[in-house]
């Protein structure tokens, strides 16, 4: 079966760089049309599509986060890491990996990893 | 950018009663090469992530009950849960996978009354 598991720090300091890991089995990177994306949901807030990475290493983005943003992903290890640049404590939030495909919903979601910025 | 929008925010529904949630996209999300729309609802409960219940507007996930159902087309859509349940309290929240970036609408939170 598919699982997902999103892990990185929990705690960063504000202008520090973040970076996730989500680690995936169940599917392969490398199957047309596949795509791991991360999504984010700050305390009591709604969710926010943050980036996407396809089989074919086809990069998008949230146009309001890109230039914080980097997606990438490592086949070999079955993960997909995601960089975010100049922390805030309005980037507080639990971060998800989730699964889907090329123009499909997503399916398959991690248990999220909660990153709170503070000094 | 699509903008989702939904309504209302929360609503409070009996046990057995309809509760209704719109959604509407700021640009079409149907693909009129396939006749789809590109727009999933998801229920998320407290402390967990949330979990895809219907696809291209209407099609239920697999093991979804019956009593959630999608409908619409273009840029405006509906979730309707017939017959509320107390396991239907959560968040509710539609998104477009027409274009990238995917977005989400604010969601809609359903409580009992």
């Known amino acids: 079966q598919i699982t997902l598991k999103e892990s990185g720090p929990t705690l960063v300091k504000p202008t520090q760089t973040l970076t996730l890991t989500c680690t995936f089995s169940g599917f392969s990177l490398t199957t047309f049309g596949v795509g791991v994306g991360w999504i984010r949901q700050p305390p009591g807030k709604a969710l926010e599509w943050l980036a996407l990475i396809y089989w074919n290493d086809d990069a998008r983005y949230s146009s309001s986060l890109r230039s914080r943003l980097t997606i990438t992903m490592d086949t070999s290890k079955n993960q997909v890491v995601l960089i975010m640049t100049n922390m805030d404590p309005v980037d507080t939030a639990t971060y998800y990996c989730?699964?889907?495909?090329?123009?499909?919903?997503?399916?398959?979601w991690g248990q999220g990893t909660l990153v709170t910025v503070s000094s | 950018d699509i903008v989702m929008t939904q309504s209302p925010d929360s609503l409070a529904v009996s046990l057995g009663e309809r509760a209704t949630i719109s959604c509407r996209s700021s640009q079409s999300v149907l693909y009129t090469s396939n006749n789809k729309n590109y727009l999933a609802w998801y229920q998320q409960k407290p402390g967990q992530p949330p979990k895809l219940l219907i696809y291209w507007a209407s099609t239920r996930e697999s093991g979804v009950p019956d009593r959630f159902s999608g409908s619409g087309s273009g840029t405006a859509f509906t979730l309707t849960i017939s017959s509320l349940q107390a396991e239907d309290v959560a968040v509710y929240y539609c998104q477009q996978y027409y274009t990238s970036p995917l977005t989400f609408g604010g969601g809609t939170k359903v409580e009992i009354k």
């Open positions: 989730a699964h889907t495909n090329s123009s499909a919903p997503i399916d398959y």
